[in-house]
């Protein structure tokens, strides 16, 4: 392994084309994990928000459409609308209780200005080489006093991580990720003033970082390391057998240490 520096040049290829497919038979397991980490953060945020049961909320980017039920619980006189590129791993319609499921692109496909009094997107924007345009156009889907929900990932944790190789392979894993499909997991932790310009009031944020290990995100960072494989190694010198033991050693807890953050803020658009 030598730390090789990442190629500037993208290859246009897009979230889900060919990382991070739905199609992969292992990506309904990577999600999942990653639900179960976060779920818990999302749902103690969530309860500190003003819903109300007639608001109409909308999930973008929802994966495996985890959070959905508890909007649709929340707001059982409203409407609660989960979109992703993909819906393929959206739960059986009969088992969508108070839900609409749409297959919906936030690069390029449009809701009504002023559409939605809750909108919540959790480690999708980060992924998208568009996010800043993007977010604009989500904000004026906001009714007038509607809150957004925002969470995304930081790679700052794993920048003073202890463990040089953990440190070095989970960095080459962001830089991979923005060299083949221009994720950026720097751009979260500015959200707090990213919404404050975009003219959001009552603007709030946190953050939250789980351990690897044999937990939720050491799962979630297992499959997503399996699927990066070929750029570590062929992109940032990463030999396949030092991979392999990184990922045995967090699957058996010998290694453990924090994973990325999960950096959430939000705000009120104006009355
Ligand atoms: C890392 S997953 C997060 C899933 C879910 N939000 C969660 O936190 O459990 C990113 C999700 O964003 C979706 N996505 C990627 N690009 C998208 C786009 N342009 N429009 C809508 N969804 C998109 C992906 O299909 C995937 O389900």
Not at 34 to 63: K, M, N, S, V, Y
Not at 225 to 230: E, R, S, T
Request: glycine share 8%; with cysteine.
């Amino acid at each position: 392994m030598t730390g090789l520096a990442p190629q500037p040049n993208r290859t246009g290829e897009r979230y889900g084309e060919r990382l991070f497919s739905h199609q992969r038979p292992d990506e309904a397991d990577r999600l999942q994990a990653l639900a179960q980490a976060l779920d818990p953060h999302t749902f103690r945020r969530l309860d500190r928000l003003p819903l109300r049961e007639d608001w109409h909320c909308l999930e973008i980017g929802a994966g495996l459409a985890t959070t959905v039920p508890w909007l649709a619980e929340r707001c059982p006189r409203g409407r609660v609308v989960a979109t992703d590129i993909d819906t393929r791993l959206f739960p059986d319609p009969a088992a969508r209780n108070g839900w609409e499921a749409m297959s919906h692109d936030v690069t390029r496909d449009e809701f009504p200005e002023g559409a939605f009094h809750f909108i919540h997107a959790r480690w999708v924007f980060s992924h998208l080489p568009s996010r800043d345009a993007d977010l604009r156009r989500v904000i004026r889907w906001l009714a007038p006093g509607g809150w957004l929900l925002i969470e995304d990932l930081a790679r700052f944790p794993l920048e003073s991580s202890p463990h040089p190789l953990y440190r070095t392979v989970s960095l080459a894993m962001c830089d991979a990720l923005e060299k083949r499909i221009g994720t950026d997991s720097v751009w979260a932790r500015g959200l707090p003033s990213i919404l404050h310009t975009e003219g959001l009031t009552d603007i709030g944020s946190e953050a939250s970082a789980d351990c690897v290990g044999p937990t939720p995100m050491g799962r979630f960072w297992q499959l997503s390391a399996a699927q990066l494989a070929p750029d570590l190694h062929g992109s940032f010198g990463i030999a396949p057998p030092q991979l392999d033991q990184l990922i045995a050693e967090v699957g058996t807890g010998d290694l453990t240490d924090l994973c990325l953050a999960n950096v959430a803020a939000w705000g009120r658009r104006p009355e």
